[in-house]
C-alpha cells in the first residue's frame, strides 16, 4: 500500500478505517528522520495489507500534539483503532520488521479482555473512594466575617471546573504518559469523570505543567515550576486507600510530571 500524508482532516477516518496503521512523525529538517524515511518505505512495500501514513510535525502540528509527540522520528502503530506502540528513534529495518510481525500476531480479544479488566479495576478502586468519601462526616463550613463578600460559588466552580479539565482529551496519547507507563484506559476513566479523587489531581496537575510549559519559552517554565511549588500534594497519604492498579497509574503520573519538569 502506498505511504499517505497524515493531517487533521483524515486522521480520524484512517484510524477507523485501517485494521493495522502505522504512522512516521517526521520533518524536513531532521537528520534521523530522513534516514528511518527508506526504512519505512521499504516496510510499506513489503506488508502491502497494511496501511503506512506519514506526519510532517511542522505542517501538522495540531496532529503531532494529539500524540504528544516530543522528538522525531516518533512511530506510532494502532491494530483495531486501539493504540498499540509509540516510540521515538529511527528503528532500523529488522527492529522495525519485529515490531511489526509482533502486532500482526497480536491477540485482540485477549488485549481487549486485560483492557476491559483494567477499566474495571480502575472503576472498583473509584467506587471504594466515593464510599469512603460518603461515609466521612462533611466539615462545618467556616463563618464569614461580616466584611467578607459572600462568593458566586456557581461561577466559582464553572470557572476552575473549565480550567482545571481543558485539554484532557488529548492525554490519551500523551508521549510523557504512555513513555511512564500510563495506560489509555486509566486516562479515559478521567476523561470521562468515572474516575475522581487523587488519580484525578495528579492528570490535572500534569494537564496544568504541559499547558504552562507549551506557552514557551522560560516564562512557560517558570510558570510551571511554580505552578508544581504550590501543589500541596502528599502521594503517600493520597494514594493509601487505592487499589494496587490505580495507585500504580497515579505514580507513573507522578514520574511524567517529574520528566517534564526536567525537560
Given at each position: 500500500m502506498?505511504?499517505f500524508?497524515?493531517?487533521k482532516?483524515?486522521i480520524?477516518?484512517s484510524?477507523?478505517?485501517?485494521d493495522?496503521?502505522?504512522i512516521d512523525f517526521?520533518?524536513e529538517?531532521c537528520g534521523?528522520?530522513?534516514?528511518?524515511?527508506p526504512?519505512?518505505?521499504k516496510a510499506?512495500e513489503?506488508?502491502?495489507?497494511?496501511a503506512?501514513?506519514k506526519c510532517?510535525t511542522?505542517?501538522e502540528p495540531?496532529v503531532?500534539?494529539?500524540f504528544?509527540?516530543?522528538?522525531?522520528?516518533?512511530?506510532?502503530?494502532?491494530?483495531e483503532?486501539?493504540l498499540?506502540?509509540?516510540?521515538?528513534?529511527a528503528?532500523?529495518?529488522?527492529?522495525l520488521?519485529?515490531?511489526?510481525?509482533k502486532?500482526?500476531?497480536?491477540?485482540?480479544?485477549?488485549?481487549r479482555?486485560?483492557?476491559?479488566?483494567?477499566?474495571?479495576?480502575?472503576k472498583?478502586?473509584?467506587?471504594k473512594?466515593?464510599?469512603?468519601?460518603s461515609?466521612e462526616?462533611e466539615?462545618?463550613?467556616?463563618k464569614?466575617k461580616?466584611?467578607?463578600?459572600?462568593?458566586?460559588?456557581?461561577?466559582t466552580?464553572?470557572?476552575e471546573?473549565?480550567?482545571?479539565g481543558?485539554g484532557?482529551t488529548?492525554m490519551?496519547?500523551?508521549?510523557v504518559?504512555r513513555?511512564?507507563?500510563v495506560?489509555?484506559?486509566?486516562?479515559?476513566l478521567i476523561q470521562?469523570?468515572?474516575l475522581?479523587?487523587p488519580?484525578?489531581?495528579?492528570?490535572i496537575?500534569y494537564?496544568?505543567?504541559?499547558?504552562?510549559i507549551r506557552?514557551?519559552?522560560?516564562e512557560?517554565r517558570?510558570k510551571?515550576?511554580?505552578?508544581f511549588?504550590a501543589?500541596?500534594f502528599?502521594p503517600?497519604?493520597?494514594?493509601?486507600?487505592l487499589?494496587?492498579e490505580?495507585r500504580?497509574?497515579?505514580?507513573?503520573?507522578?514520574?511524567?510530571?517529574?520528566?517534564?519538569l526536567?525537560?
Amino acid at each position: 500500500m502506498a505511504i499517505f500524508e497524515m493531517n487533521k482532516g483524515n486522521i480520524e477516518s484512517s484510524i477507523e478505517n485501517n485494521d493495522i496503521l502505522l504512522i512516521d512523525f517526521w520533518a524536513e529538517w531532521c537528520g534521523p528522520c530522513k534516514s528511518f524515511g527508506p526504512t519505512f518505505e521499504k516496510a510499506s512495500e513489503k506488508y502491502p495489507d497494511i496501511a503506512f501514513a506519514k506526519c510532517n510535525t511542522e505542517k501538522e502540528p495540531e496532529v503531532a500534539g494529539l500524540f504528544g509527540v516530543q522528538s522525531i522520528p516518533t512511530l506510532a502503530i494502532f491494530r483495531e483503532k486501539a493504540l498499540i506502540f509509540i516510540q521515538p528513534g529511527a528503528l532500523p529495518p529488522a527492529g522495525l520488521e519485529e515490531i511489526i510481525n509482533k502486532v500482526k500476531d497480536l491477540d485482540m480479544d485477549d488485549v481487549r479482555a486485560q483492557m476491559a479488566k483494567a477499566e474495571a479495576e480502575a472503576k472498583q478502586g473509584h467506587d471504594k473512594q466515593e464510599e469512603k468519601k460518603s461515609a466521612e462526616p462533611e466539615p462545618a463550613p467556616e463563618k464569614k466575617k461580616a466584611d467578607e463578600p459572600i462568593a458566586d460559588t456557581k461561577q466559582t466552580l464553572v470557572t476552575e471546573t473549565s480550567g482545571a479539565g481543558e485539554g484532557l482529551t488529548d492525554m490519551a496519547d500523551d508521549f510523557v504518559l504512555r513513555r511512564q507507563g500510563v495506560t489509555r484506559e486509566f486516562l479515559d476513566l478521567i476523561q470521562r469523570g468515572t474516575l475522581n479523587g487523587p488519580p484525578k489531581d495528579v492528570v490535572i496537575m500534569y494537564d496544568k505543567l504541559r499547558r504552562a510549559i507549551r506557552e514557551g519559552g522560560s516564562e512557560g517554565r517558570d510558570k510551571a515550576a511554580q505552578l508544581f511549588a504550590a501543589w500541596d500534594f502528599k502521594p503517600d497519604q493520597a494514594f493509601a486507600e487505592l487499589s494496587a492498579e490505580l495507585r500504580s497509574e497515579a505514580k507513573a503520573v507522578l514520574r511524567a510530571i517529574e520528566e517534564l519538569l526536567k525537560q
